[in-house]
């Protein structure tokens, strides 16, 4: 289990550092036991646990240790058994200058426009990154557009999200940002499109309704698209080890 997710923004001590490690190594082996038992074992109190459970975010313990046993079971599933159906090999170059541009400009924004459906996915995209501590900036077609106009030397790079690759408000966005010397970032569906352009970095999802513009039918793009950034953002996330802490 990566200790680091559970932990991250959270100042701990070192006995509460061991507290969770005890809690994780023994997951097994204290399933059923009374709290009081178990603080007896590792030389606390079951109130310091409880206060240990809220700190990271749970009611108490009853409902961390469930957290665990869950997570235990997932780490049974190993990665050979997961399909993301996503050829990494062929944006992983793509990922990699966008993580450099993310590095390289942390104490800035990261913008995220789009509109209709795919602004429902730019919300859980902006959600995403939020929770991994990824400073991020949601606009929207009914927002002011003085957001990004006024906050462009703030901006990192911009993350557009359309379908179609032709939205007007989107491609009036991505000019606005190349201007301005602002990388953007695309996510579109296959084909050839004006915002592709525009774009410094483009992912193409395959989109098998390109010309049902009011998302009537069944359509696997936005279920593709969500999977894709979910990698994107655990490969932006994920910090390299060094050698010696290999």
Known sequence: MDLHVLTKGKTLSE???QIINYLINQTEEIDGLPLREIAKNIYTSPATIVRLAQK??????????????????????TEATIDYQIDTASIDETIASIKRI??????????IYATGFSGIIAEYLHKKMLVNGIKTLLVSASDSGG????????????????????????????TLAQNHQIPTVLFCGNGDHSANQLATYSFE??????????NIEYSSFFGKLLLLMEYIVTV??????KPHDQ
């Open 205 to 214: 999802v395959t989109d098998e309704r390109p010309y049902d513009t009011q």
């Open 147 to 174: 957001i990004i106009s006024n906050n462009i030397d703030n901006i990192s790079m911009l993350i557009t999200i359309s379908k179609s690759g032709e939205t007007q408000k989107v491609i009036e966005k991505m």
């Open 15 to 17: 006995n509460e550092i």
């Open 236 to 241: 932006i996330t994920t910090t390299e080890k």
């Open 56 to 77: 990271l975010g749970f009611s108490g313990y009853t409902e961390f240790f469930f957290f665990l046993k869950n997570q235990l079971k997932k780490q049974q599933i």
């Open 102 to 111: 993310y590095a390289e400009n942390t104490d800035k924004f990261i913008t």
